[in-house]
Nanobody, 122 residues
Framework: QVQLVESGGGLVQAGGSLRLFCGAS????????MGWFRQGPGKEREFVAA????????LYADSVKGRFTISRDNAKNTVDLQMNSLKSEDTAIYYC???????????????WGQGTQVTVSS
């Protein structure tokens, strides 16, 4: 089992920045690919970003490319999401996830955090 806990969400004005944090416990953190997903009001959960086990590769949704940066620290068992130039459409609950595959598909991830709310006011 892997336990994931997100933090760092909040209310920010459009154009602002937030950094989300996800702490992991349980099994060996570096065994897992890590991802961030989000679910906006009335929308399905969508892929945001993913990072490989030793940070060599990253993936981003087109909607956040160039604005968001995913990073991880295997020594601290953390994965972060730096979000810049935020837009109202970024408003969502953001979820941290862990899986055995480097994927954009939510069903490929095995473990999920409880989510953290990000609200961007226009």
């Amino acid at each position: 089992q892997v336990q994931l806990v997100e933090s760092g969400g909040g209310l920010v004005q459009a154009g602002g920045s937030l950094r989300l944090f996800c702490g992991a416990s349980g099994r060996t953190f570096s065994d897992y690919y890590m991802g961030w997903f989000r679910q906006g009001p009335g929308k399905e959960r969508e892929f945001v970003a993913a990072i490989s086990r030793f940070s060599g590769r990253t993936l981003y949704a087109d909607s956040v490319k160039g604005r968001f940066t995913i990073s991880r620290d295997n020594a601290k068992n953390t994965v972060d999401l730096q979000m810049n130039s935020l837009k109202s459409e970024d408003t969502a609950i953001y979820y941290c996830s862990a899986g055995r595959n480097f994927e954009r598909v939510a069903s490929k991830y095995d473990y999920w955090g409880q989510g953290t709310q990000v609200t961007v006011s226009s």
